[in-house]
């Protein structure tokens, strides 16, 4: 049923605004959870193990719940189910590619900054190419290729020019090297 009142029609900018702000914390609570694993080689696969618990807790029990409670029918057409699970496998990548590219001892911030900026400018295209503007590619108007160059610089701009982070702790230095995986000299018996 559709929603009409004003109230209800602006709703989806507070969820927008409420991802923008859970992923924006993503990268750095992974990373913390990562390192807090005191594991230098399988630390980063043990946060993201936990990751997918939470998935499961989050995307699985929640709107399954939803679904019995609301009495819905479980039919569920092929075609919707292969699109949302094709997005499930391209998420699930995606947050593996954001640990294994702190593993590769990408900064946080920088990591962040080239996905969120990056994220939007592909979706972008890939909307335009799935679901072309009436007109085609030429009736696509300059505000919206500037966006894209805006959204490409200011990442490029964010992850160059990042704050220096301050000196670490005793006990952030003790945590970080926990990470490190161990060189080939240390790995002899």
Excluded at 68 to 91: E, I
Aim: with cysteine; aromatic share 10%; charged share 5%.
């Amino acid at each position: 049923m559709p929603e009409t009142t004003s109230s209800t029609s602006s709703m989806w900018i507070t969820f927008a605004l409420l991802t923008v702000a859970c992923w924006g914390v993503y990268g750095i609570f992974l990373h913390t959870g990562q390192v807090n694993m005191g594991d230098a080689v399988n630390g980063r696969y043990k946060a993201f193990l936990w990751v997918g618990i939470a998935y499961v807790l989050i995307a699985v029990l929640a709107p399954a719940a939803l679904l019995w409670f609301s009495g819905a029918t479980w039919t569920m057409p092929g075609k919707g189910v292969g699109w949302s699970l094709l997005a499930g496998v391209v998420g699930a990548v995606g947050a593996f590619c954001v640990l294994l590219a702190f593993g590769a001892k990408g900064h946080p911030a920088v990591v962040m900054s080239i996905i969120f900026a990056g994220a939007p400018i592909v979706n972008a295209l890939v909307t335009i190419a799935m679901h072309p503007p009436a007109g085609g590619w030429s009736s696509i108007r300059w505000p919206f290729v500037l966006g894209i160059v805006l959204a490409a610089c200011g990442g490029m701009l964010v992850t160059l020019y990042k704050p220096a982070a301050p000196a670490p702790s005793s006990a952030t230095a003790a945590a970080h090297a926990l990470t490190r995986a161990p060189t080939p000299a240390e790995r002899r018996p």
